[in-house]
């Protein structure tokens, strides 16, 4: 079957990065999410990065012209019974998820692809609640996704190498670069990443170093884009906090333990960038 129509689920940071790479390489969108508001913030983010795009001349204002008109908006989660490849972003819970994945196996046509772009949560585990395992794949995005080149795709136990193949070849159309990887808890990306974020919070939790030092270490030593507390900030405390939990469950290994100073800081409800106060001030 030729994937013509994607349904996103969730029109958050991700869901609307996912949407607008898939409109710009001419793929009609049906875009979804619970409120109306989310939807209406999530368009205006994709219409300020499409024409940020065309500033700086990555695409042509042709390109961006034609991309907005593909994307439906909608509350209405029935509208992606028509579509022909599903990428779920909505948010990161199982019980949200796997609601979710046990009502689109009812939904959408039996040979449609479910994606998740979880960052955690096992694929196995969402693919059990369908009638479709081998149709359940992980398709996990980097932020900003119209900028990061990779795409990791996730297998679960019971995924297909039809399946696998098919991601594979959806993620070079939209000009991203696939790695294959198995399921498993954090998968490749944030079971290497978030310790190294975790270890740098408990390095200003012990006075080793202010956040400015460690970052500093990371940029110039390492050559880091950004410093692993900025990064942090960036991801959202909450969401590092999140994934270390599920690492340190899947795992049961200690060196997954979450930093105090980490629990602590998004008990006080400094999440980072988006909550204006984490590691550093953006207010
Ligand atoms: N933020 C990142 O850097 C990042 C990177 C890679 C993967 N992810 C993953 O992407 C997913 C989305 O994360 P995000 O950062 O975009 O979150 P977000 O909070 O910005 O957006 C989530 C959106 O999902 C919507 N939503 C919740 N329940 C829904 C439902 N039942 N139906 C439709 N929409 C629903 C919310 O209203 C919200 O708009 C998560 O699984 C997250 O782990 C996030």
């Avoid at 500033?55 to 042509?60: D, F, G, P, Q, S």
């Avoid at 579509?83 to 199982?94: G, L, Q, W």
């Avoid at 009638?131 to 136990?157: A, C, Q, S, T």
């Avoid at 919070?201 to 012990?206: I, L």
Wanted: proline share 5%; with cysteine; net charge neutral.
């Amino acid at each position: 079957m030729e994937i013509k129509s994607v349904g996103v689920i969730g029109a958050g940071t991700m869901g609307n990065g996912i949407a607008h790479v898939f409109a710009r390489s001419g793929y009609d969108v049906v875009l979804v999410d619970v409120e109306q508001r989310f939807l209406d913030r999530g368009l205006e983010t994709i219409r300020k990065n499409l024409d940020r795009e065309v500033t700086k001349e990555k695409i042509t204002a042709e390109v961006r012209d034609a991309a907005m008109p593909r994307i439906a908006a909608t509350v209405d989660r029935k509208k992606l019974a028509a579509c022909d490849f599903i990428v779920e972003a909505a948010s990161e819970r199982f019980e949200i998820k796997s609601e979710l994945f046990r009502d689109l196996d009812q939904l959408c046509r039996p040979e449609v692809i479910l994606s998740s772009n979880t960052s955690s949560i096992s694929i196995t585990k969402l693919a059990a609640v369908t009638k479709r395992p081998d149709k359940v794949i992980g398709m996990h995005f980097f932020n900003p996704v119209p900028m990061m080149k990779l795409v990791e795709v996730i297998r679960g136990l019971a995924t297909s190498d039809e399946t696998y193949a098919t991601v594979k070849q959806l993620a070079e159309k939209l000009d991203k670069n696939p790695v294959e990887v198995n399921d498993a808890p954090g998968f490749v990306s944030n079971r290497v990443l978030m310790p190294l974020l975790n270890e740098a919070m408990y390095a200003v939790m012990e006075g080793v170093a202010t956040p400015e030092a460690v970052d500093q270490v990371f940029k110039l030593g390492m050559a880091h884009p950004m410093g692993p507390l900025t990064l942090a900030d960036f991801i959202g405390l909450d969401v590092c906090l999140d994934i270390m939990c599920v690492m340190l469950a899947g795992l049961g290994d200690p060196k997954y333990r979450p930093c105090p100073l980490l629990i602590k800081m998004v008990d006080a409800g400094w999440l980072g960038r988006k909550s204006g106060r984490g590691f550093y001030q953006y207010q």
